[in-house]
């Protein structure tokens, strides 16, 4: 017989899909470094929202895009009918600022370089939606795993 889920098991796993999901729309904006791309609201809002755009505004005005993929197992670490915190070791490593030409374009103050530890608020938002409203990344190296 299947496991049922409690309400807090669910609302967990909700937060951590929309988590997952929110990288996937940064991933996305990367590709092309549009701080306006229309899937990084999807998943995010206020500060966790401002913190994507700044990431894809940065990585214009250096003339790069973002390549790969970012690494998340994000960890749940306070959890609430509607707000849930999460914790994760991000591994960056497989996503890289690239040239126009296709050549490297170095660290930055992206996620390029490694593993970093971050913190994130997920909330039920309008129309019983989750997101991510803040989101906390330290430098490479403050987590390893």
């Known amino acids: 017989m299947p496991p049922t889920l409690s309400p807090a098991d669910g609302t967990e796993s909700e937060a951590i899909a929309t988590y997952r999901a929110m990288w996937a729309d940064a991933e996305a904006a990367a590709r092309t470094a549009d701080p306006k ?14 913190l994507l755009q700044y990431m894809m505004e940065h990585a214009r005005k250096a003339g790069v895009t973002i390549e790969g993929t970012v690494v998340v197992d994000p960890m749940v670490v306070k959890s609430g009918k509607d ?3 999460l914790r994760d070791c ?12 296709g050549s490297s374009g170095g660290s930055s103050d992206g996620l390029s370089g490694g593993r970093r530890r971050a913190e994130a608020r997920v909330v039920r938002a309008a129309a019983d939606k989750w997101k991510v409203s803040d989101l906390y990344l330290e430098d490479v190296g403050t987590c390893i795993k």
């Open 37 to 50: 791309h229309p899937r990084l609201d999807n998943h995010a809002e206020q500060k966790a929202l401002w």
């Open 83 to 85: 707000k849930v915190e």
């Open 90 to 101: 991000i591994d960056g490593s497989k996503w890289v600022q690239v040239k126009p030409g």
